[in-house]
């Protein structure tokens, strides 16, 4: 069974950076897509940022500039540097895998709160 395990998320005050990793199982093969979502209480899953097997990098508008992703294809595991954070950051992140098959898995979530 495939398996994404988050780590990193925290409290953090505004104009703080956290560090989100996440490790995709051994029993996962070809995956293509890895990338972070986020759910605030009341609103919808939306994406964050997400990154191809080739290195082709996507990132939600309201993060451009604060967030970088990075993946080591290796190690299956993807990791999202989050600087300058805002309280609007505040909620559960979730690791997001897409096999080339289009399967998709999906992490625990780890809570983020921006907050002074």
């Known amino acids: 069974q495939v398996q994404l395990v988050e780590s990193g998320g925290g409290l953090v005050q505004p104009g703080g950076s956290l560090r989100l990793s996440c490790a995709v199982s051994?029993?996962?093969?070809?995956?293509?897509?890895m990338g972070w979502y986020r759910q605030a209480p009341g609103n919808e899953r939306e994406m964050v940022a997400t990154?191809?097997?080739?290195?082709?990098?996507t990132y939600a508008d309201s993060v451009k500039g604060r967030v970088t992703i990075s993946r080591d294809n290796s190690k299956k595991t993807v990791t999202l540097q989050m600087n300058s954070l805002k309280p609007e950051d505040t909620a559960v992140y979730f690791c997001?895998?897409?096999?080339?098959?289009?399967?998709?898995?999906w992490g625990q979530g780890t809570q983020v709160t921006i907050s002074s």
């Open positions: 990154i191809t097997y080739g290195g082709t990098k």
């Open positions: 051994r029993s996962a093969w070809n995956i293509n897509i």
């Open positions: 997001h895998a897409e096999t080339f098959g289009g399967v998709r898995y």
